[in-house]
């Protein structure tokens, strides 16, 4: 184009507008906030809800190695995940946690792919948090000694029993096995779980807050009972530990550890036998996502910036310390006691301690030498047992129900704004009962076995916490690079050692439990493929959100234009010919008259991944022609159909002229769904037929 370009008056700069943003990404206002220390109650219910199962999860995996195992555990929780969440946090302070700082750092197509990934990963998660707790609550209630809570299920085992003969056959056949006391309460509890969601469907009310804060408190107190006084037991009897230590020291770790490393009892050989069954302790890590998710809760100081709340910041990297901390020594403390005091048959035998270590505890179960816990603490028995067990069904149900609150306003709007959900699905809330349907699907397949469900919630939890491992080292290297520091990829080195961690992790869960992965890998696939045919399914949506700006002028100069009565607008595009070519050509084939008068648009691309877009206009003229700048577009049709809309809302009806292109239609299809830019006559000439404005407003699109 010709060098000679005049600015119209006022004109600048492309100034930063505070209104780029969609209105979804902007922060909203949080309805109800509290201190940080109680919404640490809140996110403590799926964290701190752990230790009702992790000890004898631990003590599965790794057998006496399990405290040892548990120290790697809270190594990566004090000395990875925090340093990641930590610098999350500051990045992502508006509840987006890692989903939106990957959106941001990672843009195009492949960060829009990597964000799919993610939330595909954070459903699985849902799900599995959902039903994993629930068959753990149940583990609780199905085998407490507790004999009025045993009655209750007797009769009601009976009642099924008396029921299931008069069935017809067909439903007999499809139900055979399936009644068991086990699966029974889960869905049970399911069931209770998902009437409080419907109860507190508008989130983290007020109410909701407090019963959180009261469930944790009770929970810790009663934990904090069981395992300090296993711990002062063990402080008084060193012996004990002596005697756990040397039967580390001498007897051979548990598989899946290779044979070569089953003689080395040096501290480098616990270490290489610790290393490999880390993955599998790793629902330890489970939480710190969802802190992040609910940040908007943290109430922040009353002179913070709505864009960037340095108050709420700090308050929730507080929190976080304190949860990591927090839960780091009662892992250490729960997986130790229970290790050392209790007989080792006892925590893998289903219906004594196996998935309720602390709880047996608590009931007064024998320990490895045959006396009774309550030597431990007088008060263990029925009555403090039947409480702890009350406590511990109900934070692994408020556990579930926290995070699936959280997750169903975190991947409906998400998977809405990128276009990959359709109106409709999102005011009917379908995800939300797709999500509560495949609890109960997965339940059943599963027959609410606890260890069946863990294959897959692993894989969840470990690729959630890699995905925020890149983000956060990313962004890092972005912000370094931006202060010229390094032009190469030079990630850091403690993010880098977080995603290899947490990803090589998932690797080894995923192959000791394929089918885990399998199911994990299966709603990744489901995820991406709806979200794609929704995609696609939506483009022809018009997703404008209206037009920014560049400067006063413009805006004085756009509205006078959309007021006169000028006639043709010619689309251009960049770099392929000069104005007084395109203008030659436009009023030869097309037959406009010489003092017709034409304005030139030039529409340019930003990030065609994006679904909704507010472009930035600017105006000049280029040798006496008038050009009308639109950059910041997610799609060139939009933003053209947008434009030719805008001037016909007043004085004349402008026609759109299009030069015509010999390229392959469905090229040109892939490229307008994937790209924004193909097709471009058609599908401004849809948009603008689609459009909501009477028939004598709308423009006509003329192809010559």
Known sequence: MPAATEALPSESAEPPSTSSDPPSRRPAVPPYTAAWPVVLCVVGLDYLSTLAYQPSIAFGAAGRLAPLVTVLLAAATLFLALPVYWSIAGRSPHGGGSTALLERVVPGWFGK??????????????VFTRTFSAAAAAEHIAHSPDPTWQAVLESAEQ??????????PAVQARTEGLWTRQLVVTVIVLAIGTAAGLWFFKGYTRGFVRLAVVVVVVYLALTFTVVGSGAVHLWGNPDLLRQWWAEVVQTPPPDPLPQGERGDRSAVGL????????PFLALGLSGFELTLMAMPLVRGRPDD??????????????????????????LLGSTLVTTVLMPPEALVTDGKAKYRALAYLAHGGALADGTPAAAINPAFG????????????????????????????????????LGMEFDWSVRLGLLV??????KFAVTLYYGADVDAHRGAYLTSVLAVFAFAAVAAGVDVWQRRKGRGRSRWFRPPPLYLLATLAFAGSGVLVAVGRPLGAAMAGAFVAVVL?????????????FRFDGFDFADPGTEAEWKRLAASDFRVLVPVRSGLETLPEKEKEIRTYHRIPAGEPIVFAQAELADPSDFHHRPLLRMTRENGRV???????????????????????????????????????????????????????????????RATVPENRKPRVIVG
């Not at 809302?649 to 307008?672: C, I, K, M």
């Open 113 to 126: 792919l990597l964000v799919l990934v993610l939330l595909s990963f954070g459903a699985v998660d849902l």
């Open 529 to 541: 493929v709806v979200s794609m045919v929704s995609r696609a399914w939506r483009c022809t949506e």
């Open 433 to 438: 009962w797709l999500f509560t349907g495949v």
């Open 627 to 689: 050009v009308v700048h639109i950059t910041r577009c997610a799609s060139v049709p939009h933003a053209l159909a947008a434009a030719a809309l805008d001037l016909a809302s007043a004085g004349a009806v402008p026609e759109v002229h299009f030069g015509w292109s010999a390229e392959n239609p469905v090229t040109a299809n892939l490229h307008f769904v994937l790209f924004g830019h193909g097709n471009v006559p058609w599908m401004v000439q849809t948009l603008i037929r």
């Open 382 to 417: 029925l009555l403090f047992g039947t409480l702890y067990d009350a406590s511990t069904v109900a934070i692994l149900a408020l556990a579930g129900l926290s995070f699936a609150m959280t997750l169903s306003s975190w991947i409906p709007p998400y998977l809405h704004r």
């Open 305 to 330: 910036d709505p864009r960037h709340p340095r108050g709420r910041i700090r308050r929730t990297r507080l929190l976080l310390v304190v949860a990591a901390v927090t839960m780091s020594l009662y």
């Open 159 to 168: 009642a099924g029993n008396r029921v299931w003969p008069s069935l017809p």
């Open 271 to 278: 270490l290489a036998a610790c290393l490999p069954l880390f």
